[in-house]
């Protein structure tokens, strides 16, 4: 059975085929017991909700019962406004809302103008200069995988080339 077949059976019952359609069905679920069996499911489950969800009714008019509801949110429009503890919680909300961000612009703002600044605040500079050792050294790397370890050698290039001349001349 595919899906279309199970949409047209629910709609034979929702009351919602043709007449031919309709003898379609009918002729369908008069062969097929699967069809048949489909059917009162979807025949109890229709029932089931319909007992579930009992109709409730208003005692008054619809026209009423509504018009009340109108009055009822006119009256709330028109009350004078007071500053509750909903509303300053509404107030601090957007505060932080506001705030938050601006402090973040500020703080960038506050290292920007400490770091172009000249004076006695060096270690937040950013400008300093540094000696680096690298021209000057070398490093030498060895991985035994059966050890598992890896072995850095650094030296310096100036005292491996003195001893390299002191090799050669020997």
Same mark, same amino acid.
């Given at each position: 059975?595919?899906?279309?077949?199970?949409?047209?059976?629910?709609?034979?019952?929702?009351?919602?085929?043709?007449?031919?359609?309709?003898?379609? @069905? #009918?002729?369908?679920?008069?062969?097929?017991?699967? &069809?048949?069996?489909?059917?009162?499911? %979807? !025949?109890? /489950?229709?029932? *089931?909700?319909?007992?579930?969800?009992?109709?409730?009714?208003?005692?008054?008019?619809?026209?009423?019962?509504?018009?009340?509801?109108?009055?009822?949110?006119?009256?709330?429009?028109?009350?004078?406004?007071?500053?509750? @503890? #909903?509303?300053?919680?509404?107030?601090?909300?957007? &505060?932080?809302?506001?705030?938050?961000? %601006? !402090?973040? /612009?500020?703080? *960038?703002?506050?290292?920007?103008?400490?770091?172009?600044?000249?004076?006695?605040?060096?270690?937040?500079?950013?400008?300093?200069?540094?000696?680096?050792?690298?021209?000057?050294?070398?490093?030498?790397?060895?991985?035994?995988?059966?050890?598992?370890?890896?072995?850095?050698?650094?030296?310096?290039?100036?005292?491996?080339?003195?001893?390299?001349?002191?090799?050669?001349?020997?």
């Amino acid at each position: 059975m595919n899906e279309e077949l199970g949409l047209k059976i629910q709609a034979y019952l929702d009351g919602e085929l043709s007449s031919n359609e309709r003898q379609e @069905v #009918e002729t369908l679920l008069a062969r097929d017991p699967e &069809l048949q069996a489909l059917k009162a499911e %979807l !025949s109890f /489950v229709t029932r *089931a909700f319909k007992d579930s969800d009992p109709v409730m009714q208003v005692p008054a008019s619809r026209e009423f019962y509504f018009s009340q509801i109108e009055r009822r949110i006119a009256a709330a429009e028109s009350a004078p406004k007071t500053l509750s @503890v #909903e509303a300053g919680s509404r107030f601090a909300g957007w &505060l932080r809302q506001a705030l938050l961000p %601006l !402090s973040g /612009v500020a703080a *960038a703002c506050l290292m920007l103008v400490l770091s172009l600044r000249e004076g006695p605040l060096p270690a937040l500079s950013f400008h300093e200069e540094t000696e680096s050792p690298l021209d000057e050294t070398a490093a030498v790397t060895f991985r035994s995988e059966s050890e598992k370890v890896t072995i850095v050698w650094v030296y310096d290039r100036q005292v491996a080339s003195v001893d390299t001349t002191l090799d050669d001349r020997n």
